[in-house]
């Protein structure tokens, strides 16, 4: 296995070097530029300075090379750091004076910190890890639960269903799982907004991020105004891999080893569940690896309806706003993720099924 781990985590680097260029090189041909934003009163020259103090006019290759080594070496550097030296040098007075980097204890610094430059948000000036790190918490507060809930709701909601296949259970679990897949989040979300909040009023029709969870009284309210965002996506999630594991259990439901395993006077439950449910669950993991980026991705489309500060509205906006180096990293990460997840997923399946060999 660990030879396998090694080929895949290689293939992996490959992958997502070619598709970082491919990501950078195509949003470089977008006509996005930092300083179009700005009032029209700043002279020329000064925006010129700014063009070239974040690296506008350098050539491709430059830029690409730059960008690489910011994500791939600076950025985690900086991540590491924060956690092992939690008191930035100067922050700390000495009779008045910023204490000098040397004197700050720190667990571990990269060499060459202080000439490291970060991934700066052309819109924010801000970093856009740290923009992204503030965002991660709003969204697997609501699109990581909805996601869990899909899960554990849609593959009994499957297994059943492919077991009793044309049952009354089997065609209004089929019935939901059509219109939930069919229907866009847009629609139900608006019209979960309409009904719950405008003309019942049992949940707020928009998310507050700015809501701080201290005590009781106010985790009840982010319970409450998780509900119509969470019921919503959640809906979208249950129908996808409920239809998926259906058509899995199905295929194996039918093949010679099940009747077999009822030949020898196995328990209907040990034949479903240790047998046609943990061969069936190979596609399903692969749905599931596949489907956890979308949780960090966030559910753009959700995500702007409630107005949830997640990074799927943060992507939105970083394309409207043309910030090239957000929706580049942005991008990128959801690539890593991606890679990683396959093979993880890889490495479940000989979990599932002993006949799997690396």
């Given at each position: 296995?660990?030879?396998?781990?090694?080929?895949?985590t290689l293939?992996?680097?490959?992958?997502?070097?070619?598709?970082?260029?491919?990501?950078f090189?195509?949003?470089?041909l977008s006509p996005?530029?930092?300083?179009?934003?700005?009032?029209?009163?700043?002279?020329?020259?000064?925006?010129?300075?700014?063009?070239?103090?974040?690296?506008?006019?350098?050539?491709?290759?430059?830029?690409y090379?730059?960008?690489?080594?910011?994500?791939?070496?600076?950025?985690?550097?900086?991540?590491?750091?924060?956690?092992?030296?939690p008191t930035?040098?100067?922050?700390?007075?000495?009779?008045?004076?910023?204490?000098?980097?040397?004197?700050?204890?720190?667990?571990?610094?990269?060499?060459g910190?202080?000439?490291?430059?970060?991934?700066i948000?052309?819109?924010?000036r801000?970093?856009?890890?740290?923009?992204?790190?503030?965002?991660?918490p709003?969204?697997?507060?609501?699109?990581?639960?909805?996601?869990?809930w899909?899960?554990?709701?849609?593959?009994?909601?499957?297994?059943?269903?492919a077991?009793?296949?044309?049952?009354?259970?089997?065609?209004?679990?089929?019935f939901?799982?059509?219109?939930?897949?069919?229907?866009?989040?847009?629609?139900?979300?608006?019209?979960?907004?309409?009904?719950?909040?405008?003309?019942?009023?049992?949940?707020?029709?928009?998310?507050?991020?700015?809501l701080?969870?201290?005590?009781?009284?106010?985790?009840?309210?982010?319970?409450?105004?998780?509900?119509?965002?969470?019921?919503?996506?959640?809906f979208?999630?249950?129908?996808?891999?409920?239809?998926?594991?259906r058509?899995a259990?199905?295929?194996?439901?039918?093949?010679?080893?099940?009747?077999?395993a009822?030949?020898?006077?196995?328990?209907?439950?040990?034949?479903?569940?240790?047998h046609?449910?943990?061969?069936?669950?190979?596609?399903?993991?692969?749905?599931?690896?596949l489907g956890?980026?979308?949780?960090?991705?966030?559910?753009?489309?959700?995500?702007?309806?409630f107005?949830?500060?997640?990074?799927?509205?943060?992507?939105i906006?970083?394309?409207?706003?043309?910030?090239?180096?957000?929706?580049?990293?942005?991008?990128?990460?959801?690539?890593?993720?991606?890679?990683?997840?396959?093979?993880?997923?890889?490495?479940?399946?000989?979990?599932?099924?002993?006949?799997?060999?690396?």
């Amino acid at each position: 296995m660990t030879a396998f781990i090694v080929r895949r985590t290689l293939a992996g680097i490959v992958t997502l070097l070619a598709i970082s260029f491919v990501v950078f090189a195509i949003l470089e041909l977008s006509p996005a530029d930092p300083v179009g934003n700005l009032p029209l009163t700043i002279p020329n020259e000064v925006r010129e300075q700014i063009r070239e103090s974040l690296g506008v006019n350098d050539p491709f290759l430059i830029k690409y090379v730059k960008w690489v080594r910011q994500f791939m070496i600076a950025e985690p550097a900086s991540f590491i750091e924060e956690f092992t030296c939690p008191t930035p040098p100067g922050s700390t007075l000495r009779n008045g004076q910023p204490v000098p980097e040397e004197d700050i204890s720190c667990a571990f610094r990269f060499p060459g910190s202080e000439d490291r430059t970060r991934i700066i948000s052309w819109n924010t000036r801000s970093p856009v890890m740290e923009l992204v790190a503030q965002r991660i918490p709003q969204t697997l507060w609501v699109v990581g639960t909805a996601y869990l809930w899909g899960i554990l709701i849609a593959i009994p909601i499957g297994v059943i269903s492919a077991y009793k296949q044309y049952s009354l259970f089997d065609q209004v679990g089929s019935f939901f799982a059509i219109v939930g897949y069919s229907i866009p989040t847009f629609f139900t979300g608006v019209l979960f907004q309409l009904i719950f909040a405008v003309e019942l009023g049992w949940f707020p029709m928009l998310y507050d991020t700015t809501l701080e969870v201290t005590n009781f009284e106010t985790f009840l309210q982010q319970l409450r105004q998780m509900v119509l965002p969470v019921t919503v996506l959640t809906f979208f999630y249950t129908a996808q891999m409920s239809r998926f594991t259906r058509s899995a259990m199905l295929d194996n439901l039918g093949q010679d080893y099940i009747r077999t395993a009822r030949s020898k006077g196995l328990l209907e439950r040990d034949v479903v569940i240790k047998h046609a449910l943990r061969n069936s669950l190979i596609p399903v993991v692969t749905l599931i690896a596949l489907g956890i980026p979308q949780i960090f991705g966030g559910a753009i489309i959700t995500e702007q309806i409630f107005s949830v500060n997640g990074l799927g509205e943060y992507l939105i906006k970083a394309i409207q706003e043309g910030d090239l180096p957000s929706v580049q990293t942005l991008t990128f990460i959801f690539a890593v993720l991606i890679v990683l997840f396959n093979i993880i997923a890889d490495l479940v399946y000989g979990f599932l099924d002993p006949r799997v060999v690396y």
